[in-house]
């Protein structure tokens, strides 16, 4: 449950006028994925878990968002974003060069698989990357602070925040088609729009929120 957003849960939109048939078939979609590898390797799914939970770690309150298995589905997929910075390899080519350096640079530095390594480690080991300080032969060229900045942190945060878990965290109802959007002026809410708990009102916003569908 979303302390910000208490009672609230996106799901509940289902079958309302919310959200319409396309709607559902596309979060039934999200909600169904394989969790198991389909073009990653085993290894390489390792050390994206690992990185994943670095990048968006997540409450242990909840079951967690699949983010790994959702990035390797588009991989699975080969599913580009429509654009490509031209100095990174495309879409495949990068995630497989970028986790497989990864993990060669904790091997060099610390002695073990990315997936291994401890928190403060793994922390380390990506702010290198961020910053371009990783140069290990296995990057082929392809610079460290590229692949943290278009391809690691952009399409993690992006799965993430694909998920209806995430969107019943921040108040999402998910696509504005068919019911649209009235109310559009600053701090008004539609009546099916998730109600934000304010500090002594908590109690309202859950009762507000557990109504909504």
């Known amino acids: 449950m979303s302390a910000r957003y208490p009672n609230y849960d996106v799901l509940a939109k289902r079958h309302t006028p919310s959200w319409n048939e396309k709607t559902r078939r596309v979060i039934d979609q999200r909600l169904a994925l394989p969790r198991e590898p389909r073009f990653l ?38 599913k580009g974003d429509g654009y ?37 480690e793994q922390d380390a080991l990506l702010r290198a990357a961020q910053e371009g300080r990783l140069t290990n032969p296995a990057w082929q060229g392809m610079a460290s602070t590229l692949f943290f900045a278009k391809r690691l942190l952009l399409d993690i945060v992006k799965a993430y925040y694909a998920h209806p878990t995430a969107w019943s965290e921040i108040g999402y109802g998910g696509p504005a088609s068919p019911r649209g959007h009235v109310r559009m002026d600053f701090d008004r809410r539609d009546p099916w ?17 557990a109504r909504i569908g």
């Open 41 to 78: 390797s085993d290894a390489e799914f390792q050390t994206l878990e690992a990185v994943c939970a670095r990048i968006v770690p997540q409450p242990a309150t909840r079951p967690p968002i699949p983010v790994a298995a959702m990035i390797d589905t588009k991989l699975f997929d080969d």
């Open 84 to 120: 490509r910075d031209y100095r990174l390899p495309p879409l495949r080519e990068a995630w497989q060069r970028g986790l497989r350096a990864l993990d060669a640079e904790a091997q060099a530095r610390n002695g073990g698989a990315f997936s291994a390594l401890s928190v403060d």
């Open 193 to 209: 729009e998730a109600a934000e708990a304010k500090p002594g009102h908590e109690n309202a916003a859950a009762k507000i929120n």
